[in-house]
Nanobody
Framework: QVQLVEFGGKLVQAGGSLRLSCAAS????????MGWFRQAPGKDRDFVAA????????YYDDSVKGRFTISRDNAKNTVYLQMNSLKPEDTAVYYC?????????????????WGQGTQVTVSA
């Protein structure tokens, strides 16, 4: 069984930065691509970013490209999301997830394990 726990969400002013962390249990972390998603109240869960198992390839939604950076430390079983130049529209619960498909994907259905989420609130 895989457990994912996110850390780092909080209230921040527009233009500020935050780093989210996601710690994974288990010995197979380095074999899987990982992703970050977010969900605002009343909206669908949306793709934010993904990273390949080795960390050599990263993918971003256009809304965060150039502002957010996904990274991972396989020795620590942790994936990170560095968020800069935050905007009020970035406000959401952020989830990390493990992808089970081979090709890196932005689809929710491609991910099998999810964390409980961490709240990020960006004030104007």
């Amino acid at each position: 069984q895989v457990q994912l726990v996110e850390f780092g969400g909080k209230l921040v002013q527009a233009g500020g930065s935050l780093r989210l962390s996601c710690a994974a249990s288990g010995r197979t972390f380095s074999s899987y691509s990982m992703g970050w998603f977010r969900q605002a109240p009343g909206k669908d869960r949306d793709f934010v970013a993904a990273i390949s198992a080795s960390g050599g390839n990263t993918y971003y939604d256009d809304s965060v490209k150039g502002r957010f950076t996904i990274s991972r430390d396989n020795a620590k079983n942790t994936v990170y999301l560095q968020m800069n130049s935050l905007k009020p529209e970035d406000t959401a619960v952020y989830y990390c997830a493990r992808q089970f498909t081979i090709v890196v994907s932005s689809r929710v259905s491609a991910y099998d394990y999810w964390g409980q989420g961490t709240q990020v609130t960006v004030s104007a």
